[in-house]
């Protein structure tokens, strides 16, 4: 307010200046003199006018930048919120990984870029025994485990999902065959070391199977899946708690 009345007070000493300037200027070249109550109305006028004029003007653009920055900041404050909502959306609550579709759509996208890399789809060992024997409790805590070792591979061009119950997937960009096969034992041993507890404090140990499809710039997501998944139904037949690719 006070910033108002100053500019206000400001702009009248101004517009004074302004009129005192041009009384005296043109009225002697008219013959007149600039005097008395001419004098008082060069002085009066633009104070009577330009100090209320002014203050309403003021007063009308500070509440219009006031509006201005609360509108600004509640544009920000929805970009934020879109931004986190957008990002619970694309991850799995219980393990932090990508859900099923957001893991597709980043394997369309990574394709439409070019990009080639290993293609790991992995199922929990024996989970439903796991759920069954130990409580559901202990089930998600092997679930989210297994999401946090995939988790630690993520990267710019590399992400995992959680493709539904104890199915996971991992895209790890820029890999060769055999550095594939060497990330798949990588990760399958790392989950083997997972030691969980169960309510009543028995030690659960996990395992998973993993099967993998290298796949080359432009590649199909929907046929690279399906042979990684082909390939997992191998590494369950085969024993479980291996690989193939």
């Not at 500019?7 to 600039?34: R, Y």
């Not at 759509?105 to 199922?123: A, I, K, V």
């Not at 895209?171 to 798949?184: G, I, K, S, V, Y």
């Amino acid at each position: 307010m006070h910033t108002i009345v100053k500019k206000s007070i400001l702009t009248g000493l101004l517009s004074v200046l302004a009129s005192l300037t041009l009384s005296f200027t043109f009225v002697p070249l008219l013959g007149g003199h600039v005097v008395g109550a001419g004098l008082f109305m060069t002085v009066f006028c633009p104070l009577a006018i330009s100090i209320p004029a002014s203050a309403l003007h003021f007063t009308q653009s500070e509440k219009i930048r006031r509006a201005e920055a609360a509108t600004a900041e509640a544009l920000r404050r929805l970009e934020v919120a879109y931004g986190a909502l957008h990002l619970q959306s694309r991850t799995d609550g219980l393990t932090g990984v990508l859900t099923r579709s957001a893991f597709m759509e980043d394997l369309e996208m990574t394709s439409r870029r070019g990009l080639s890399g290993g293609l790991l789809f992995l199922d929990l060992d024996y989970f439903k025994t796991i759920n069954d024997r130990y409580g559901h409790a202990t089930g998600d805590d092997a679930l989210r485990s297994t999401g946090s070792v995939l988790a630690r591979y993520q990267k710019q061009s590399d992400f995992a999902g959680r493709l539904g119950g104890e199915e996971f997937a991992l895209f790890q960009a820029d890999l060769t065959f055999d550095e594939m096969l060497a990330r798949c034992q990588e990760i399958r041993n790392e989950i083997a070391e997972i030691v969980l507890y169960s309510p009543s404090g028995s030690q659960v140990r996990i395992s998973a199977s993993v099967g993998a499809c290298h796949c080359q710039p432009g590649f199909d997501p929907s046929v690279s899946l399906k042979v990684a998944d082909g390939n997992l139904y191998q590494a369950k037949a085969l024993g479980r708690n291996r690989v193939v690719a």
